[in-house]
């Protein structure tokens, strides 16, 4: 799996929208790129994925440079529940019994 | 729907005594997973099972036992614990089609004195 480089930590304002970025420049081609977060004290929680197209839900946007070395996650409007460590993963999709490589992931405040 | 539930939430043990963590999913999924956090650091994998009765090794397996009775259940044994044992347990489940979408519990602290 590629190795990603995310900032240690960032601040937001609740109610604006945070932009998480997310290095991955050896990604090969048929390599996913996921967002997890952890809340503290609990499990990891899958947010969104995406291989080249821009992805969105509920939760976030993901958006993929077109040479697919780096990616940026968008949480719309910043809540203070969202503070939390947040992932950045690179793997390929499906493959059966794989892990999840977590990184140091960036840490993010949700400030009032 | 409860998820992925793991008991106990929070266990103090004495260097040398065993113990059993045990997972339960209720998603139907065949994919379940071990993870110890250690602080600062991200989820390492211990072991894993793709069906009942199947498991696997993870990274760090040593010191642990897995087993999968149940699609339902998977339980991680410590035979006799060490400090270096001292960490949070995660447990995850996903279906086969998608292990790259893994649904965690809350973990378990354990703390080996």
């Known amino acids: 799996d590629a190795k990603t480089t995310q900032p240690p930590s960032m601040d937001c304002a609740e109610g604006r929208a945070a932009n998480l970025p997310c290095n991955h420049s050896t990604i090969s081609g048929n390599e996913y790129v996921y967002w997890y977060r952890q809340i503290h004290s609990q499990g990891p929680q899958y947010i969104i994925h995406?291989?080249?197209n821009n992805e969105t839900n509920e939760m976030a946007s993901l958006i993929i440079t077109e040479d697919r070395k780096s990616s940026t996650l968008i949480l719309p409007h910043a809540t203070l529940r969202d503070t939390a460590v947040y992932y950045c993963?690179?793997?390929?999709?499906?493959?059966?019994?794989?892990?999840?490589?977590f990184g140091g992931g960036t840490r993010v405040l949700v400030k009032p | 729907n409860a998820g992925v539930t793991q008991t106990p939430k929070f266990r103090v043990l004495k260097t040398g005594q065993s113990m059993t963590l045990l997972c339960a999913q209720d998603m139907n999924h065949e994919y379940m997973y071990w993870y110890r956090q250690d602080p600062g650091m991200g989820l390492r994998l211990i072991h894993y099972s793709v069906g009942e009765g199947t498991t696997a090794k993870g990274e760090v397996p040593d010191g642990y036992n897995v087993s999968r009775l149940k699609k339902q259940n998977f339980l991680l044994g410590l035979e006799s614990a060490a400090p270096s044992q001292t960490s949070v347990y995660f447990c995850?489940?996903?279906?086969?089609?998608?292990?790259?979408?893994?649904?965690f519990g809350a973990g378990t602290r354990l703390s080996v004195l």
């Open positions: 995406g291989l080249k």
């Open positions: 993963i690179v793997r390929v999709d499906k493959a059966a019994g794989n892990k999840l490589t």
């Open positions: 995850a489940s996903s279906s086969s089609g998608r292990a790259d979408i893994q649904y």
